[in-house]
């Protein structure tokens, strides 16, 4: 059981309006935007989304209106992970309900587990909500604090979560990603989910993406993507330093409050992030843009 997907997925941001509830009224607009693109799914709750932001009954209405607007030709994959199995289990199967295709969890991030007996029976709990959908797993250590090798997950899991499809691998070692692509072969889905190294895991093996600035920057990485397809090695590493000039950027002034800020600018706007996150100040807002033209950012992002 798996998606069997290629191609780019965005992370999407969670729509605000400017005194911070939910905008979403916004999501087909997202969506139309993506599909001009050529984003071929959403990747729906998570980081970028700010999943962890939202009280549960948020997380549902907006997966739900993310459902409501996605066909057979642009997927909703659900993060619904969660420092509570029950909460998780429950956004589970409100997702399967509601037209998810997919669903992905972080493991419970609060009270963690290093052991990776410990976080199979976790994501076993949570899978078993759905067992109609693929499953994957949201290798996230830098934010969730474990470091378990994925790529044992994906084969011990496989024996415990009969729906295990995959995971999304958000992490900077390559090696293990490799072990990973060696684990899943033809049977799981594996989501590069570092933008800067999207080069690197296509020539691993990768054969999909899920990430924040596909929202609004999806272009230049469709070209690294053509360009790796048509073996134009070096035209590959062009257009993903080029990319990697605007990340860069973006980590520089904060990550996802940057991000987002840059979606703001591109549109749709998706207003504020949420505390203890900080919106860009003026000051920010102003100097970013200046390094983003110098980049040619706003150039590179252009469809075509």
Not at 87 to 106: M, P, Q, R, S
Not at 135 to 146: C, E, R
């Amino acid at each position: 059981m798996r998606l069997n997907a290629t191609g780019l997925i965005a992370a999407t941001f969670t729509a605000f309006r400017g005194d911070g509830e939910l905008n979403l009224d916004l999501i087909e607009r997202q969506a139309e935007a993506l599909v001009r693109l050529g984003v071929v799914g959403a990747f729906v709750g998570g980081t970028t989304g700010e999943g962890q932001s939202l009280t549960s009954d948020e997380r549902r209405r907006v997966v739900e209106r993310w459902c409501a607007v996605g066909n057979k030709d642009f997927r909703i994959i659900a993060h619904v992970g969660h420092a509570s199995l029950a909460e998780a289990a429950e956004l589970t199967k409100h997702a399967a309900k509601v037209g998810a295709v997919g669903i992905a969890a972080i493991p419970p991030y609060f009270f963690k587990s290093q052991n990776l007996d410990d976080i199979i029976t976790c994501a076993a709990k949570v899978a078993e909500a759905a067992p109609q959908l693929p499953f994957y797993y949201y290798h996230f250590p830098v934010m969730s604090g474990i470091s378990i090798s994925a790529s044992g997950l994906l084969q011990q899991g496989a024996e415990r979560i009969p729906n295990l499809a995959g995971l999304k691998f958000t992490d900077d070692n390559l090696m293990e990603f490799e072990r990973c692509v060696a684990v899943a072969g033809d049977r799981m889905d594996l989501f590069m989910g570092r933008e800067g190294m999207m080069l690197a895991g296509l020539s691993m093996g990768g054969r999909a993406s899920i990430g924040s600035s596909i929202n609004f920057a999806a272009p230049v990485f469709l070209r690294i993507r053509s360009a790796f397809e048509s073996r134009e090695i070096e035209e590959a590493r062009k257009h993903q330093a080029k990319a990697n000039a605007m990340l860069t950027i973006f980590l520089k002034y904060g990550g996802l409050r940057a991000q987002k800020a840059a979606m703001n600018m591109v549109g749709p706007d998706c207003g504020p992030v949420r505390p203890s996150l900080r919106p860009l100040d003026d000051r920010e807002l102003s100097a970013m843009r200046k390094e983003l033209e110098a980049v040619n950012f706003f150039d590179l992002i252009r469809p075509g």
